[in-house]
C-alpha cells in the first residue's frame, strides 16, 4: 500500500479509504470463518423451533424443566406440517408401498425426519450447556416413540425396516510360535 501524505486532496482521502478498505477485506477474508455447515444451520434453526414451542407451551416452559414427555408433545405438534401419507389399518392401500390411487389417511412427518431431527436436537442441547444424563432428547420414552413411528410407518408401507446384522471379520487365528524344544544331551556324549 502506498503511503498518502498528510496534505492529500479529499478525493485522494477517499480513494486511500477504499483502497485501504480493499485491502482489509481481501486480507479478512483468508481469516474470515468458514460458513456453518447445512448440518449446523439446520441444527440452529431445529432448536430455534423448539425454543419457540417452549416458548408458546401453556404454561411456559424453560428448558431445564423440559422431558422426555414434553419431547414427546413437540415429535406430535410436527405431525400437522409431515408430508408423508401414513395409511390406517382400515385403508384398503395399508401395506401397499405404491398405492394405485389416493386415500383420506393422514400425512405425517417420515421417521427418517423424526429421528434425524431429534440426533440434530439431542447434540444442540449439549452445545447451549445441558448435560448428557439430563437430555431430554435421549430419554427413553422418545427411542421408544421413534421405533414405535417407524414400525407403524413400515407396516403402513409394506416395507420392513429389519436390523441388519453387522458383518463381523472372519476370527483370524492368532498365530503363536510353537513352544521351543528342550534338546537333552544325548548319553553318548
Known amino acids: 500500500m502506498e503511503a498518502v501524505p498528510a496534505t492529500a486532496e479529499s478525493s485522494n482521502s477517499e480513494n486511500t479509504n477504499s483502497s485501504a478498505a480493499a485491502a482489509i477485506s481481501s486480507s479478512s477474508s483468508t481469516t474470515t470463518p468458514v460458513s456453518p455447515s447445512r448440518y ?4 440452529r434453526r431445529d432448536w430455534n423451533t423448539f425454543g419457540q414451542y417452549l416458548r408458546n407451551h401453556r ?6 424443566r423440559c422431558s422426555g414427555a414434553h419431547v414427546l408433545e413437540f415429535l406430535r405438534y410436527l405431525d400437522q406440517f409431515g408430508k408423508t401419507k401414513v395409511h390406517t389399518q382400515i385403508c384398503p392401500f395399508f401395506g401397499h408401498p405404491n398405492p394405485p390411487a389416493p386415500c383420506p389417511c393422514p400425512l405425517r412427518q417420515a421417521w427418517g425426519s423424526l429421528d434425524a431431527l431429534i440426533g440434530r436436537l439431542r447434540a444442540a442441547f449439549e452445545e447451549h450447556g445441558g448435560k448428557p444424563e439430563a437430555n431430554p432428547f435421549g430419554a427413553r420414552a422418545v427411542r421408544l416413540y421413534l421405533r414405535e413411528v417407524r414400525e407403524l410407518q413400515a407396516k403402513a408401507r409394506g416395507i420392513s425396516y429389519e436390523k441388519k446384522k453387522r458383518k ?11 513352544p521351543p524344544q528342550l534338546t537333552l544331551p544325548s548319553p553318548n556324549s
Not at 449446523?40 to 441444527?43: D, L, S, T, V, Y
Not at 404454561?59 to 431445564?64: D, N
Open 59 to 64: 404454561p411456559p416452559l424453560s428448558l431445564s
Open 168 to 178: 463381523r471379520p472372519p476370527q483370524q487365528q492368532q498365530q503363536q510360535p510353537p
Open 40 to 43: 449446523e444451520n439446520q441444527k
